[in-house]
């Protein structure tokens, strides 16, 4: 999924959201993808009449939230969270979820943890420290 072609990536959610919506069947990458566009619905009309963002770039110094990058690191996290990878992931999204009162909610704290690591790998030309990331999500339960 996760490509060099940044269209051929938002095509995809493109696609996956107007099968959902025409109760079309789909793969399981489709249904995730589905999946993550219903829990937002101020994306919905954008995937509805995709061909003006397809290229648009969206930048912070807009003050703008990539739809993109945010339902892609939630895609990335469920991806995790069904493999456990980093180990013990799973088990620190179920103990967030109680604290949060709201799986989505905490798929968005656990994204703030994963946003900064993927950061610093990048920052720094190395691979994602995957006990960080774990060490992150650990100091979200104490809060």
């Excluded at 219903?38 to 919905?44: D, F, K, S, V």
């Excluded at 703008?64 to 990335?76: C, D, K, Q, S, V």
């Excluded at 703030?112 to 100091?139: F, N, T, V």
Aim: charged letters at 25%; a negative charge; hydrophobic letters at 40%.
């Amino acid at each position: 999924m996760y490509g060099n072609d940044r269209t051929a990536m938002r095509r995809m959610f493109v696609e996956a959201w107007r099968k959902q919506r025409q109760g079309m069947p789909m793969p399981p990458l489709e249904m995730l993808i589905a999946e993550v566009i219903a829990l937002h619905p101020e994306y919905h009309a954008l995937l509805e009449d995709p061909e003006e963002m397809l290229d648009r770039d969206y930048t912070p110094e807009g003050g703008e939230t990539n739809p993109f990058l945010h339902m892609g690191m939630h895609i990335t996290l469920r991806e995790q969270l069904g493999t456990d990878r980093p180990r013990g992931i799973a088990a620190l999204y179920r103990q967030l979820s109680i604290q949060a009162g709201d799986p989505h909610l905490a798929e968005h704290w656990l994204m703030e943890c994963l946003g900064q690591i993927l950061w610093e790998a990048q920052r720094c030309s190395r691979m994602p420290d995957e006990q960080a990331y774990l060490e992150c999500a650990r100091r979200l339960l104490r809060r």
